[in-house]
Each structure stands twice: as structure tokens, then as C-alpha cells.
């Protein structure tokens, strides 16, 4: 079913949700980007419909809605413990396609991954709607959502198109069918993007001896000299959910305080650095490669049904040394694609 | 030929007086340095027609034009009004009277600025637009001042070698929740500034005495913890200089200052240079005047009727620090030792 509803309405809709829910959309947060006299944009609560950037990329993506960055576990004192505590409210989220497919990667990460639930994702997660939002005409120039096969989802209760003076809103699940009984009834379907300026080719890595020579290939040292290992591309990740966990003691009484857990970047040069100091992977490049293969190989080799990487391209936007991922993984594709042709002219001879 | 010149009069209409008798390089102000591209063509006429048809970049990003025949510059002033209406009146909206006979004073020169957050990653401030604002306040006056204008604390403007240079500055803000503690704003300040920040149970602790406000630290931060605070500082730096007697550093007059406070202040730069000579403007660099009254009689000058944002501090003295060729009386000739 779908409606046209004027701003206003969707305005006093809102007031309406927001007696339940906590509505969550990409906001502008004016001259706060990393550049002087720039913009961020990241997901933030609303007020109205007017505070939700929808005809820009947003930096950050929404994952920090329900996997916040700094996120309390428990508070201790000497004998005894405290759960953190949520906010009772249920959560709307303004989600792009990519996004809502990038959930179900997180969902996967914390929920299926072993024997164990993830609780503190769990209990966020369980309160969330997403309120779909359409992409402009191909995208940004930066997504290859296509390449990923996470253009399109039917996951949603509402799916919105702005207009200059009215919002187009197909509702799916039934909650919401009242709040816009009195609207004008329209035929409504969200359109998703079917093609991206950029697009990648997905290596098939396909045994264990391609993956070794994968490893040693000399396009991982460029990224020596090229990336600084500050983390921004995992930081605006939506499918990115590596966190470290400390306890941190309070000031005036060292025995009280809080587990907490914080989000940690694979990017990072202390990422995989052990007690006792042996690390893993010690140079910018091999942390590149760790990142590409977990984001297109790994982690499908591990679940089967999809890769990490949705393609939704904020990597690309975010590295300050203009580094793009959808470049990289093009340049693997044809490194891998040289190796087995080198391994077929070895066959025949 | 024989020339009769009274070269002071020419050189406070913007013509250099040139080695070849008779010869003399227009100097053409642009503000900030920056205009459109569209001039280059008419700089071009210009040197092509009375010039040399060379030009120079000068030093303080005036266009200059050398090798016009004295004889030339009545043609030449009449050809660059156009450029004088739009540049100083249009654009920077300064208050004169615009007419055939050039430049009415070479007083106040040329404010140079680094390219600005217009395009510069580094960069807090519009300089570009600052300069603007400022040839309004500056410009025309007989009364002599070299202004710089810097977009970081890298100064790549020179701040610290002019009458009065500004430095922009950003007063960084810090979100506890967003902070992942991976401490690359510790590097980087480190690295590149006063290494005023530290770790401290996964999060970063400021010793903010000391922050020159570069924003390295919002650059190479991955999460958006340090934002720029939308709010514009600056910092005013007084009596630096070049040249052959005592060439010194500025050093800090004013620090987290708003522009309103900078343009307030540059308003009584005039009023004091008038104070210091008399009413009679020479050409004698600002820190010199400073000395002269000393610097509590300036800082009281200067400050008149500006009204000080609650951020900003004022120096309470200022620690000259000099090259002095004059007076190294203790560095003698070996023949007298």
C-alpha cells in the first residue's frame, strides 16, 4: 500500500512514532567533516523529516545505532556486578538498501557465529525497524552495491521517496498502517539502484595454493608507503564489527568501574599485537590484505551465502590517501586471474 | 633622455622605481591573492603593451609588472581602473574613490594570504575571504602595515615575519562516546604540533595550555571524535619583520580571537601609526612603532572600543626576540681580540 504525505504530516507521523520509538536517520552536522568548512554526516536521532540527509551519502554508516561505538557491559564495584542498561523505546532506522543488507552481515557476526549470542547486539537489535530509503539514480559514484548483490532488499516496514513537497511512503508492515489511514492513497514501490558507474570483479580464490601465492603478491606492499593506518574505512564500515573490551576503573575509587567494549580497527598496527609482543601482521599491506580477503573472501568461505563487503563504497569516500577499495579488489581480481593463467600455461607445458 | 621624477610621488601610486632610468614596475594589489583567472589576460595587455612583457609573482602576491615607461603610466592608470573599481570596490568593498590616476597609496601594502581552506586539507579559515574583509578595513591608507594571513599554524603565509599577521586557528572538540581511544590524534600531535594529548583509560586527556589549534588531531581521526567547532579563532601575532638592521619573529599578541575582534583591532592600527608619527605616515615597520611607545601603550591603543570574545586571551608582555646586525658589539674582528 502506499501514500503521499505532505512534510507536515509526515512531521505529526513522527511526533506520533516517537511516543514508541527512537527514529534514527543520516543527519548533517554542520562544518564538524574532517575539513575545515565541511559537513559530516551520521546517523543521529530526529526530530523531523526535514533533519534526514537523504539526497547525500551519509559518512558514517548506521551500525552505531545498536553497536555503538563505546558501549558500557557491566558496572563492578569489589562484590558485586550491574548489567548495563537499554533505553525501553523500540528503534526506527532510515536505512539504504546496502545498509539493511549490511545488518544481516552484522546479525550473522554476533548472532550465528559459534554457539553464542551476542546479548548486548541482541537486545538493540531485537527493537529495530528500518525505514527504507531509495538511492538516487545509480548511486554515488563511489558504491558498487550492484557488484555485491545488495542493491535490493525487501527487508523493511516502510520504504520512503522524497519529494520536493510530499513524501511517498509503501508500508509493509501493519503497525504503521493506521498512522496513514487519512493519507492520500498512491501507487508506491521503492526503486532500487540496478547499475553503478563503479563496478568490481569478485576473485574466485578456489584452493589453498592460490590463497598462499594470493598472500605474497607484491600489490599488498604498495599500500606501505600509500596507507597511514588510521582506520577510517573500517570505522564508516557497516559490516565492520571488530571491538576490544577493557575495564576501566573509576577515578576517586579504583575498585569500582565499568567493563566496556569499543570499537577496534583490523587497520590498525596494534590490532594483532599479543601479550608479549609478538604481532601478526606488522606492515600497512598485509593489514590491507587481511581486510580485502575478509571482506570478499573470508568471510564467505566461513557462511556460505554472501560476502562481507556490501559495496557500499564509504571506504572509498572516507580514506583521507585516497585509497578505494573497489580498486583494490579489481586489482586482485586481475593478479588472481594472471596467477591461474600462469598455473594453466605450467599444465600444458 | 633626461627624466625629472619625483619618484615618491610614483612610488605612492604603486610604480618601482627600476634600474633603467625612466623604467618603473607597477605593483597591482591582489588581496589575499586570489582573483579570477580572467585577469591574467589583462595583466597580460598590460606588460605586453607598456611593460617589458615580463611580469613578476611578487613577494607579497601583487601582480608586478616591470619595465613601463614613466611616460606610460597615465595610459596605464587609466587602463587598470576597470580592475581597481572591481578588485578594491566590488569585491572587497573597500570605501575610495575610484579615477584615471591609479592607485591612490602604496601605505597599506598587498595583504598576502596561503590559499585558504578553499583548497588547502590544513586549513581552518577562509583566508581568501578574511583578506577581503580586511583590504576594506586596511586599504587606502598612507600609513604603512605588512598583514599575512595564515589558514594554520603552519604558517606557510609568513604571519610571524609581518606588522601583523593572523594565524586561523580551531578550538577542536571531543566526543567521549566516539572515541575509540586508538590513539593516531596522540601520533599526530606529536608528530606534527605540541603533543598536548595523552591516553588515559582508553580515552584521550588534553593538557589544552599548550594547543596551537592545528587540527591535526580532527584530520587523522577514523570515527569523527574531534570535530572543528563550527565557531571561527584566530590567533594575532604583532612586530615581526625582514630586514637589514633588526629582522625579527612576531610573537603572540592576541589568541583565540573571533573576526570580529581581528577587524576591530585592525581598525586602530591606523590611529595608532598616526599616534607614533605624528601624523606624518613614513614607511617604518610596525614593530618599530610598537617599540617606540611600548607595547602596554599600543595594547591599550589597539584594544580601544574591541570587544574580547570570552575565549580569547591577550598577551600581558611580549619577549622580543631580535637578530641584531646593528648591534653585535661582541662579535669583533679577529685582528682585535
Known amino acids: ?349 | 633622455m633626461s627624466y625629472d621624477i619625483d619618484i615618491k610621488k610614483v612610488r605612492r601610486n604603486c610604480y618601482r622605481q627600476s634600474k633603467v632610468r625612466g623604467e618603473f614596475m607597477l605593483q597591482i594589489r591582489v588581496p589575499g591573492g586570489v582573483i579570477d583567472a580572467k585577469y591574467l589576460s589583462f595583466f597580460q595587455h598590460i606588460a605586453e603593451t607598456w611593460g617589458n612583457g615580463e611580469f613578476h609573482l611578487g613577494v607579497r602576491q601583487t601582480i608586478s609588472i616591470p619595465g613601463i615607461k614613466y611616460e606610460y603610466i597615465d595610459e596605464v592608470n587609466k587602463y587598470i581602473r576597470p580592475y581597481i573599481e572591481e578588485i578594491e570596490v566590488n569585491l572587497c568593498g573597500v570605501d575610495m574613490v575610484v579615477d584615471d590616476n591609479g592607485y591612490p597609496t602604496i601605505g597599506a601594502r598587498n595583504i598576502m594570504a596561503c590559499i585558504g581552506n578553499r583548497h588547502c586539507i590544513k586549513a581552518n579559515i577562509d583566508t581568501t575571504d578574511l583578506a577581503r574583509k580586511i583590504e576594506k578595513v586596511i586599504f587606502p591608507s598612507d600609513y604603512h602595515i605588512k598583514l599575512n594571513i595564515s589558514g594554520c599554524p603552519n604558517d606557510c603565509a609568513k604571519a610571524h615575519v609581518s606588522d601583523i599577521g593572523i594565524i586561523g586557528i580551531t578550538k577542536t572538540e571531543y566526543d567521549y562516546d566516539r572515541c575509540i581511544g586508538c590513539k593516531k590524534c596522540v601520533e599526530a600531535c606529536a608528530h606534527h604540533a605540541t603533543r598536548v594529548l595523552s591516553v588515559e583509560k582508553g580515552k584521550i586527556v588534553k593538557d589544552s595550555c599548550c594547543c596551537v589549534g592545528c587540527g591535526e588531531c580532527v584530520l587523522v581521526c577514523p570515527t569523527g571524535a574531534w570535530t572543528r567547532n563550527p565557531k571561527k579563532f584566530y590567533r594575532i601575532l604583532i612586530g615581526g619583520r625582514t630586514g637589514k638592521q633588526t629582522p625579527r619573529m612576531g610573537k603572540i599578541f592576541l589568541n583565540w580571537v573571533t573576526e570580529d575582534v581581528v577587524l576591530g583591532v585592525l581598525k586602530n592600527w591606523e590611529i595608532f601609526s598616526a599616534y607614533v608619527m605624528n601624523n606624518k605616515p613614513e614607511y617604518i615597520h610596525g614593530g618599530h612603532l610598537i617599540d617606540r611607545v611600548g607595547y602596554n601603550k599600543f595594547k591599550e591603543m589597539i584594544l580601544k572600543d574591541v570587544k574580547l570574545n570570552p575565549e580569547a586571551m591577550v598577551a600581558e608582555r611580549v619577549l622580543w626576540a631580535e637578530t641584531e646586525y646593528r648591534s653585535n658589539f661582541n662579535v669583533k674582528p679577529v685582528t682585535q681580540r
Open chain 1, 1 to 349: 500500500m502506499g501514500y503521499c504525505v505532505s512534510i507536515k504530516r509526515m512531521n505529526e507521523i513522527l511526533k506520533e512514532l516517537q511516543k514508541e520509538y527512537k527514529i534514527y536517520a543520516p543527519v548533517r552536522f554542520e562544518k564538524r567533516g574532517r575539513y575545515s568548512d565541511t559537513d559530516l554526516i551520521r546517523y543521529a536521532e530526529i526530530n523531523s523529516i526535514e533533519d534526514v540527509v537523504y539526497d547525500e551519502k551519509s559518512d558514517f554508516s548506521p551500525k552505531e545505532v545498536i553497536y555503538p561505538i563505546t558501549q558500557a557491559l557491566f558496572y563492578f564495584t569489589e562484590y558485586e556486578y550491574m548489567e548495563s542498561k537499554i533505553d525501553d523505546k523500540k528503534i526506527l532506522i532510515f536505512a539504504r538498501p546496502c545498509d539493511i543488507n549490511g545488518f544481516r552481515r552484522l546479525d550473522t557476526i554476533f548472532l550465528k557465529n559459534g554457539g553464542t549470542e551476542d546479548i548486548y547486539y541482541k537486545r538493540l537489535r531485537e527493537k529495530v525497524k528500518f525505514i527504507l530509503m531509495e538511492c538516487k539514480e545509480g548511486g554515488w559514484d563511489s558504491c558498487f552495491c550492484v557488484s555485491m548483490g545488495s542493491n535490493k532488499t525487501d527487508d523493511y516496514s516502510l520504504a520512503v521517496r522524497f519529494e520536493d513537497d510530499n513524501i511517498l511512503v509503501e508500508i509493509k508492515d501493519d503497525e504503521f498502517t493506521n498512522l496513514f489511514g487519512d493519507e492520500r492513497e498512491v501507487e508506491f514501490t521503492p526503486e532500487f539502484v540496478t547499475s553503478n558507474p563503479t563496478k568490481v570483479n569478485i576473485p574466485e580464490i578456489d584452493s589453498y595454493e592460490l590463497l598462499k601465492k594470493i598472500y605474497d603478491l607484491d600489490m599488498w606492499k604498495s599500500y606501505n608507503s600509500r596507507c597511514i593506518s588510521c582506520g577510517a574505512c573500517t570505522a564508516v564500515c557497516i559490516t565492520c564489527s571488530c571491538f576490544t573490551t577493557l575495564d576501566v576503573t573509576y577515578t576517586e575509587n579504583g575498585k569500582v568501574g565499568e567493563r566496556r567494549r569499543v570499537h577496534a580497527s583490523c587497520m590498525h598496527e596494534d590490532f594483532t599485537i599479543m601479550a608479549g609482543g609478538l604481532s601478526f601482521r606488522k606492515t600497512a599491506g598485509e593489514r590491507m590484505r587481511f581486510r580485502t580477503l575478509h571482506k570478499i573472501y573470508d568471510y564467505k568461505l566461513r557462511f556460505k551465502d554472501e560476502h562481507m563487503c556490501v559495496g557500499c563504497g564509504r571506504c572509498d569516500e572516507r580514506c583521507p590517501e585516497l585509497i578505494s577499495f573497489a580498486a583494490t579488489i579489481n586489482r586482485l581480481y586481475d593478479e588472481v586471474k594472471k596467477l591461474k593463467k600462469a598455473e594453466t600455461t605450467k599444465d600444458i607445458k
